[in-house]
């Protein structure tokens, strides 16, 4: 089982700041990784798959990179609206896994 | 626009059963995989289980296996989970997802408590 180990666990920023998340991999899931987002109550949303393309209708301010083991997803200038958890998922192999979450808590 | 609605889930007392169901519209969903994905309170996300579009490949969380069964209904555009000898560790929101690599479309999740 691939496991995917998120840091930081948790993240307090200001409006407009950078933030980033990153995302490792126990073995290498070559770009099948993806990130989501969920805010409270509600039920997750893919912002990013295959390591690196935007989903339809994602803010330009949220982007990934990455493959093999180490991936990012970079906030750039963050919003009030992206308060959230965020949680990377890889498709690599069988059985899929996701990272821990990281909570993104606007100051 | 598309739509995920889970349904099926309430209170349950451990060994029991209970089957969910998730109705789907707004796109072909025949030629689409859906997955389970649960989330116990307060905590992450956790991949249940997996069925092809045509429902001849099926894969399970070893936490699940041999317990629950996903199937599919391609003329009424819906997917289930039979979840049998439930355990007070299967307590989760269960979401059904849209896709086979990455999960592009969630329903908004049916509550499983698993109680004495």
């Known amino acids: 089982e691939v496991v995917l180990t998120q840091s930081p666990d948790f993240h307090s920023a200001t409006p407009k700041e950078k933030v980033t998340i990153t995302c490792r991999a126990s073995?290498?899931?070559?770009?099948?990784l993806h990130w989501y987002q969920q805010k409270p109550g509600q039920s997750p949303k893919l912002l990013i798959k295959f390591a690196s393309q935007s989903n339809s209708g994602v803010p330009s301010r949220f982007s990934g990179s990455g493959s093999g083991t180490d991936f990012t997803l970079t906030i750039n200038s963050l919003e009030a609206e992206d308060a959230a958890t965020y949680y990377c998922h890889q498709s690599g192999s069988l059985p899929r896994t996701f990272g821990q979450g990281t909570k993104v808590e606007i100051k | 626009q598309e739509y995920l609605v889970e349904s099926g889930g309430g209170v349950v007392q451990p060994g029991t059963s209970l089957r969910l169901s998730c109705a789907a519209s707004?796109?072909?969903?025949?030629?689409?995989?859906m997955h389970w994905v649960r989330q116990a309170p307060g905590k992450g996300l956790e991949w249940v289980a997996i069925i092809s579009y045509d429902g001849s490949n099926k894969y399970y969380a070893d936490s699940v296996k041999g317990r629950f069964t996903i199937s599919r209904d391609n003329s009424k555009n819906t997917v289930s989970l039979q979840m049998n000898s439930l355990r007070l560790a299967d307590t989760a929101v269960y979401y059904c997802a849209k896709g086979w690599l990455e999960f592009d479309y969630w329903g908004q999740g049916t509550l499983v408590t698993v109680s004495s």
């Open positions: 073995q290498s899931v070559s770009s099948s």
């Open positions: 707004g796109f072909t969903f025949s030629s689409y995989g």
